[in-house]
C-alpha cells in the first residue's frame, strides 16, 4: 500500500493489524519504504513480543550471464536497521529448517548430501548439521575462494569448505542414472 499522505507524520496514521504479532522479512520485489514502515512501527508496537523473522541472510542472488540482483539479507538488514534488533533467520546456514525436515522424517545425516552454490549459507548449514556437502561452481562462489579458507588458520572459515565440488549440477547426472 502507498503511503497515507505527503510527510513523515502522515505515514505513522496509516491503521496496523492488532492481530500482528510478526514481522517476516522475505525476498519480496516490491519491497518498499511503506512496507519498511509499516514493519518498523509493527515491531515498535509490539515490542520484544513481536518477533522479527528472515528468511535467509543472501546478499546477491545470482542470474545467468554473471549478473546479479539484491538478495533477502539486504531487505533483512533494512528492516533490522529501522528496528535496531537482529532478526532470527530460519533459512541457511540456520539449522531451523533442517531440524523441522529431521523432526518429521527419518533423516540419516550420514546418507544425507547439502548441494549448495553458496558457502555462507549452503555450504555452512550442510557442515553445521553433519551432512556432507556438494558446492556447485555455478553460482556465486569461486573456486580460490574455498582454497582460501581451506588454507586459512582460522576454524570458522574451515566450516565453509565444502567436502566436495562440481563445475555444474548437470555433472551429477550420469552418477544418478547409475
Known amino acids: 500500500a502507498a503511503l497515507p499522505g505527503p510527510a513523515p507524520a502522515d505515514w505513522v496514521q496509516a491503521p496496523l493489524d492488532p492481530a500482528v504479532r510478526a514481522v517476516l522479512v522475505g525476498f519480496d520485489e516490491h519491497f518498499s519504504y511503506a512496507k519498511l514502515c509499516q514493519a518498523l512501527r509493527y515491531l515498535l508496537r509490539g515490542g520484544p513480543d513481536c518477533l522479527l523473522v528472515g528468511t535467509n541472510r543472501d546478499h546477491r542472488l545470482p542470474l545467468e550471464g554473471g549478473a546479479g540482483i539484491p538478495g533477502t539479507g539486504c531487505l533483512v538488514k533494512a528492516v533490522e536497521t529501522a528496528a535496531q534488533r537482529e532478526a532470527f533467520i530460519v533459512g541457511k546456514p540456520n539449522r531451523f529448517m533442517f531440524d523441522c525436515v529431521a523432526s518429521e522424517f527419518d533423516v540419516d545425516p550420514a ?7 553458496r558457502l555462507d549459507t549452503d555450504i555452512l548449514m550442510g557442515n553445521n548439521c553433519g551432512l556432507t556437502t556438494l558446492l556447485t561452481l555455478t553460482g556465486v562462489t569461486a573456486l580460490d575462494e574455498v582454497q582460501g579458507h581451506q588454507d586459512s588458520d582460522c576454524p570458522a572459515r574451515h566450516s565453509l569448505v565444502p567436502d566436495y565440488y562440481v563445475d555444474s549440477i548437470a555433472d551429477l547426472l550420469p552418477a544418478l542414472g547409475e
Not at 546418507?111 to 552454490?117: A, E, K, L, N, Q
Request: hydrophobic residues 45%; glycine residues 14%.
Open 111 to 117: 546418507r544425507t548430501i547439502m548441494v549448495g552454490d
